[in-house]
């Protein structure tokens, strides 16, 4: 019993860095706790006595499971309503108040939903090497047993995967703090009815998508700065809280209404406009997302 206690405590040790891996991999914060408790249980059954480095070994147990993972989702034809509805992956939040200053460092490098997107137009192979070798320094080495090739093989699939990405143009962002001050002013001027401000601070190809759930037809999409203030506006009340958060490594907020999960906000800022925002707003997924968080009421 106390051994098995020990390696629990061992394990949890790990558990945010497996999940950061796994969430990179996949995109879904839900399938990221799944990989994570099938590592547990992978560990749980291995002699861990034998384990020289549990870290590099936990790492390496859930890439696989992330691997398996995505190739299953990529022979899977089942065509149901929420495979048909385009969806945000299940976002990374966690509140930016200062007091947890190892998992605002972990998310400040999390890759951002656009670079999801990206990822997901690779193969499993492809995704699995750059996030693990580019994200995390795991060595070409330790990753070549995983996606069954040599290291020079694996190499060559991050190569691969990381020239894809640059074909993207995906454009570095504002500094941390530059990116909290833009989302802070876009918050003042809409609680302020003011629409010239908040036309002044978005970007003037800005676009919002919203994910409101699959019973209510998934993602939709405002586009422009105009429409996006005018939207703003119509939603700002006294009584949804805004609380400042890190999501998906960007500056976010998290809303409260009465003290309940009520959505979530992820801001892309770069030149110092808002180029793109993201808003959960899905009851299920927002379930998801809750546990995670302390107390915002």
């Known amino acids: 019993m106390n051994d098995d206690l020990a390696l629990a405590a061992r394990f949890e040790e790990h558990r945010r860095h497996l999940h950061a891996v796994a969430y990179r991999v996949l995109g879904s914060a839900t399938d990221a706790e799944d990989a994570v408790q099938e590592a547990w249980l992978r560990l749980h059954r291995t002699d861990a006595a034998e384990i020289d480095n549990l870290g590099g070994w936990l790492t390496t147990v859930v890439g696989r499971i992330a691997l398996n993972t995505l190739r299953s989702r990529s022979t899977r034809r089942e065509d149901s309503l ?7 992956p299940d976002p990374v939040v966690t509140l930016d108040d200062g007091s947890q200053p190892e998992d605002q460092a972990l998310l400040a490098d999390s890759v951002g939903l656009a670079l999801l997107a990206v990822l997901d ?48 143009g995906l454009s570095p962002t504002d500094s941390a703090a530059r990116q909290r001050e833009i989302v802070d002013a ?30 209510r037809g998934g993602v939709v999409e405002y586009d422009g700065a105009e429409t996006v203030a ?16 890190l999501v998906d490594g960007r500056a976010g907020v998290v809303i409260t209404l009465h003290g309940e999960l009520f959505s979530v906000m992820a801001f892309t800022v770069a030149g110092g406009r808002i180029v793109e925002i993201e808003v959960h707003a899905d009851p299920e997924q927002l379930a998801r997302v809750a546990p995670s968080l302390p107390s915002v009421g």
């Open 82 to 88: 929420e495979e048909r509805i385009e969806r945000l």
């Open 121 to 168: 137009q690779l193969s499993p192979a492809e995704r699995l090497a750059f996030v693990l070798h580019d994200l995390f320094a795991v060595p070409f080495e330790e990753i070549a047993p995983v996606v069954d090739r040599s290291a020079a093989a694996t190499r060559q699939l991050a190569s691969r995967a990381r020239r894809r990405i640059r074909g993207t």
């Open 186 to 215: 876009f918050f003042a001027a809409a609680h302020g009815g003011d629409f010239s401000r908040l036309v002044s601070i978005l970007d003037p190809e800005v676009v919002l998508r919203s994910d409101l759930g699959v019973l």
């Open 230 to 245: 005018r939207n703003a506006l119509m939603f700002a009340s006294p009584d949804r809280i805004v609380h400042p958060a």
